[in-house]
Each structure stands twice: as structure tokens, then as C-alpha cells.
């Protein structure tokens, strides 16, 4: 039988993860390093790309250059913590689902959803994105002389858990198809997710709203960062509430969570087809 799941044990898991990514960090030193560098330099060459444009021509469809610095604060941030609790492929799912790796979780004495939720979290190797989009902000809010307050705080961990959600819930929800073609599936998660971080790092300010309201319903890419940033700056765009971000992760996740429960029964009840029934690989 399952061990009882308390805030004590879910924080023992993380430790665990942590003891994990220490080890490979001093074990491997050289190529952990390469790997956080990559991560830093990729992400820094998104936002600068980006920051300079806006700097060059004063601004971005009606954001000056201190507010797509703020933008691409937010987006580093985001992008930070999907990569600080999300390294161990528990959020690119469809890997472990195409490989028809999820019966070795079954196994263990935890429900699958905590394992998911702990098993991806790298804080040595994978928060050097989190601190560059924190002295991002830092920088952002003091050059538009912005006051920060309790509320105000509070509101950004609000939004960055609601990206969050939403990054997760679309994974997921894509992901699921690996049930049914775990071949064709396997990095489906990877293009959604990849995808969702090309498109999301760029202003939709000034642009017309059919072509917002798709990145904002079909394709959440608008829920990233724009969005969030311009109610974090007191002026949600197209008269819409600034719980918006909130409610639409609520939706996605209610949707994701039907349609994987689902594919997850499909799951235990047929396998995986990408093992033989000795057990390799095909």
C-alpha cells in the first residue's frame, strides 16, 4: 500500500531530486556546466534579440522598451521554473508514455501524480534561468519606477503559476495521443512546449485582434508573457479581466485531465505496443 502523502514527504522527494542533480553536477561537472551555460545563453539571446528591437525603434506595438524588458523578465522567469521542476521529462510526458516507461512508476509506493509532480525538480542544474529572470525583473521594475507591493507580488506568483499551469495542462494534453500512437507521439510534447516558447517571447501588442484572439483561445502563446505582463502593469489588453490568464488554466486543466485519465485507462488496459512480450524495446 501507498505511504501516506504529506507536505513533509513531498518535500522529502525533492530533496531526493536535489541529492540527484547535485551528484550529476559534481560528478560531471564539466558537461552540467555546459548544459546550465546553453540554458543561459539561449535564453539571454531570445530576450536580448527581442529588447534591442524594442530599444531601437522605441518600443513594440505600443510597449515602450522598459515594458518589453519587463515582458521578457516575465517570460525568463516562467521559462526558469518550468526548467527548475520540469528537467526529469515529467512534463514533457509523451517520452515517458512512448517509451512505455509509465508501468515502472506503477510500481512504486506513490501515486503516479506525485512522483510527476517531484521527480523533474534540478535546482543546481537547472535554476540558473529563474535567477537571470529574477535580476531581469529586479531590473525592469526599477527602470519604469515601478511600486511593488504586497499585492503586486502576490499577483505575479499568481500569473506565473497560472503560465505554468497552462504550460503543463497543453503538455499533457497533447501527450496524450502517445497512448494511442506512442511511436508517433513520443516528442510530441517537445514540439507544443518548443513551440509555445517561439512564439510567446514577442509582443502581440499592435497587432490586429484576429490574430490575438487565436494566441490568446487555440494557441496560448499570448498567456506566456504578454498578457500576464500587462495586467502585472495595471492594463489588460482587449477589455478582457485580468483573471483571464486564471480561468483559462482552470479550463485547460479540467480538459487535460478528462482526455488523460482517459488515454491513461486505454493505457492500463492495452500496454504499450512498443514493447515485445519479453519485454525489450521494439
Known amino acids: 500500500m501507498a505511504d501516506r502523502i ?68 516575465y517570460s525568463t522567469m516562467a521559462t526558469g521554473l518550468f526548467i527548475l521542476f520540469g528537467s526529469g521529462n515529467n512534463i514533457h510526458i509523451s517520452r515517458i508514455i512512448g517509451r512505455g516507461q509509465l508501468e515502472h512508476l506503477f510500481i512504486q509506493p506513490l501515486p503516479l501524480g506525485v512522483q510527476l509532480a517531484t521527480c523533474g525538480f534540478m535546482p543546481f542544474t537547472g535554476g540558473g534561468n529563474l535567477i537571470m529572470g529574477i535580476v531581469l525583473m529586479a531590473a525592469a521594475v526599477r527602470r519604469m519606477g515601478l511600486q511593488v507591493t504586497f499585492l503586486w507580488f502576490f499577483s505575479l506568483l499568481a500569473y506565473l503559476l497560472a503560465t505554468l499551469t497552462v504550460i503543463v495542462a497543453r503538455s499533457y494534453l497533447v501527450s496524450s495521443m502517445a497512448f494511442y500512437a506512442p511511436a508517433a507521439a513520443e516528442e510530441i510534447s517537445s514540439t507544443a512546449i518548443d513551440g509555445t516558447w517561439f512564439m510567446s517571447t514577442f509582443p502581440l501588442s499592435g497587432m490586429p485582434a484576429f490574430i490575438q484572439i487565436p494566441l490568446l483561445t487555440v494557441l496560448p502563446e499570448g498567456l506566456m508573457a504578454w498578457f500576464p505582463s500587462l495586467c502585472l502593469l495595471g492594463r489588460p489588453p482587449l477589455n478582457l479581466t485580468a483573471y483571464y490568464p486564471m480561468v483559462f488554466a482552470l479550463i485547460i486543466s479540467l480538459i487535460a485531465s478528462a482526455i488523460f485519465r482517459k488515454g491513461l485507462t486505454h493505457y492500463v488496459t492495452k500496454g504499450s505496443n512498443r514493447y515485445l512480450p519479453h519485454g525489450f524495446r521494439r
Open 6 to 73: 504529506t507536505l513533509g514527504r513531498v518535500l522529502r522527494l525533492l530533496a531526493i531530486s536535489a541529492k540527484m542533480d547535485l551528484l550529476w553536477l559534481l560528478r560531471d561537472t564539466r558537461y552540467a556546466l555546459l548544459g546550465i551555460g546553453g540554458d543561459i545563453v539561449s535564453n539571454v539571446a531570445t530576450v536580448s534579440g527581442v529588447f534591442l528591437i524594442a530599444s531601437r525603434f522605441g518600443g513594440i506595438g505600443g510597449m515602450n522598451a522598459g515594458e518589453v524588458l519587463f515582458m521578457m523578465a
